[in-house]
């Protein structure tokens, strides 16, 4: 994986909330900037999402790529988190 954790490390920042203030608006600007990696993007999204994870763990390994975003107090809020970036990437690479 390569391209998701460039996303959240590069774009999900600690001023990410100032380039528009919502996460669409981050995706958006990933999307423009850097339209030869988003497709590999929503798949490594898919896989992670794919990976049989205990409670704590999805979090866990988003926290070790880098992102000052906080989607929540459970796993599921960060995987509703990132469908929302993945179908996002996908309506805008169609």
Do not use: K, N
């Amino acid at each position: 994986m390569e391209s998701l954790p460039y996303l959240l490390s590069t774009y999900f920042h600690q001023d990410w909330d100032s380039d528009g203030g919502r996460s669409s608006d981050t995706v958006a600007v990933f999307l423009q900037e850097r339209p030869e990696v988003t497709a590999a993007c929503a798949d490594e999204i898919d896989l992670l999402l794919s990976e049989d994870l205990p409670e704590g763990a999805l979090q866990r390994r988003l926290d070790e790529w880098g992102p000052d975003y906080w989607a929540g107090e459970r796993d599921d809020d960060y995987r509703r988190w990132l469908m929302e970036v993945r179908d996002q990437i996908r309506a805008g690479t169609a």
